[in-house]
């Protein structure tokens, strides 16, 4: 099985659909996908391969996600304005505690408080 994600106009993802081994070419499984997904759904051109190992392209994409081009990789939208990305993720400015207790972040004092 392979995992293709759809894209939209701005390289969001907005659906993530499977296709069965037996359609796709063994030697050129990304290709023979996008070939088949082009006539299947009616002409949409933007799809990209993902995998569930987060080999191919940073992470499994999910709805919502974005596709950035330059990197191949697939980005998880960003929870607060001050979080830096780190690949297909984003970090906190300030690590999550390991005191085993349950914190939220709280973007006006840029800490982490408890819940």
Do not use: C
């Not at 990197?71 to 005191?99: C, L, M, N």
């Amino acid at each position: 099985m392979a995992h293709f994600a759809k894209l939209n106009e701005n390289n969001v993802v907005i659906e993530v659909i499977v296709i069965n081994n037996d359609i796709l070419d063994p030697d050129n499984e990304e290709l023979s996908g996008l070939d088949f997904l082009l006539q299947w759904s009616n002409g949409h051109e933007n799809w990209k391969q993902t995998s569930y190992n987060g080999k191919t392209r940073g992470k499994y994409a999910g709805i919502g996600d974005t596709y950035n081009v330059i990197e191949d990789i697939f980005i998880v939208p960003q929870p607060h304005a001050s979080w830096t990305r780190d690949g297909s993720y984003w970090k906190p400015p300030v690590p999550y505690p390991t005191d085993g207790k349950f914190y939220q972040w709280n973007e006006t004092e840029l800490q982490w408080d408890a819940v």
